[in-house]
């Protein structure tokens, strides 16, 4: 069956970086883009952007063009986001998503110092 | 952006009964290429949402006839029959016809 089974929780401090793994299963992972949604503690979803599998190459909507970064290990089938120089409001859930159809898990992510 | 806005936000219904969300878009939801991309997602009380409907009115793989979703343009609902205990959460319309995908803000299912 298919899966996207993510990476476990986060506690950071302000200014320091994390990277989260989603790692796919039950399908062909370059046959589907990726996309990352927000969820900050207690509100909606916020879309992140995507990563085309097949190029490696990200898109990034408008509030997560800088210090976010997506890659793939493509032979592993997962996918990475990185979060540079974390702030405060960075404090959330982070869903990786195959195409619209499939969620991982999610991982909390805690910043705080 | 295409701003999604789902009423209402809090929703009360007794086991069995049957309850409509309506979601509403900035925009016209059609594509060029003559498809309406408007889904619903069911997010149960900590889980990750989960894909109900896509392009207005198909059901997802495994999802239950009770979820049924329709509507066109910028106006669109989804009805829920024979509500029962997992059926409880925070239900989303997600719009992914222009980029970048957004949200509707939530609508609270709850037992009554």
């Known amino acids: 069956q298919i899966q996207l089974v993510q990476s476990g929780p986060e506690l950071k401090k302000p200014g320091e970086s994390l990277k989260i793994s989603c790692k796919a299963s039950?399908?062909?992972?370059?046959?589907?883009?990726m996309q990352w949604v927000k969820q900050a503690p207690g509100k909606g979803l916020q879309y992140m952007g995507w990563?085309?599998?097949?190029?490696?190459?990200?898109t990034y909507a408008d509030d997560f063009k800088e210090r976010f970064v997506f890659s793939l290990e493509t032979s592993a089938s997962t996918a990475y986001l990185q979060i540079n120089n974390l702030k405060k409001e960075d404090t959330a859930t982070y869903f990786c998503?195959?195409?619209?159809?499939?969620w991982g898990q999610g991982v909390m992510v805690t910043v705080s110092s | 952006d295409v701003v999604m806005t789902q009423t209402p936000v809090s929703l009360s219904v007794s086991l069995g009964g049957q309850v409509s969300i309506s979601c509403r878009s900035s925009?016209?939801?059609?594509?060029?290429?003559?498809?309406?991309?408007l889904s619903w997602f069911l997010q149960k009380p900590g889980q990750s949402p989960q894909l109900l409907i896509y392009?207005?009115?198909n059901r997802f793989s495994g999802i239950s006839d009770k979820f049924s979703g329709r509507g066109s343009g910028t106006d669109f609902t989804l009805k829920i029959s024979r509500v029962e205990p997992d059926d409880l959460g925070v239900y989303y319309c997600?719009?992914?016809?222009?980029?970048?995908?957004?949200f509707g803000g939530g609508t609270k299912l709850e037992l009554k």
């Open positions: 998503v195959r195409g619209t159809d499939y």
């Open positions: 039950g399908y062909i992972f370059t046959d589907y883009a």
């Open positions: 990563i085309n599998t097949q190029t490696g190459k990200p």
């Open positions: 925009q016209s939801l059609v594509h060029s290429n003559g498809n309406t991309y």
């Open positions: 392009r207005v009115s």
């Open positions: 997600g719009q992914g016809t222009q980029y970048p995908p957004t």
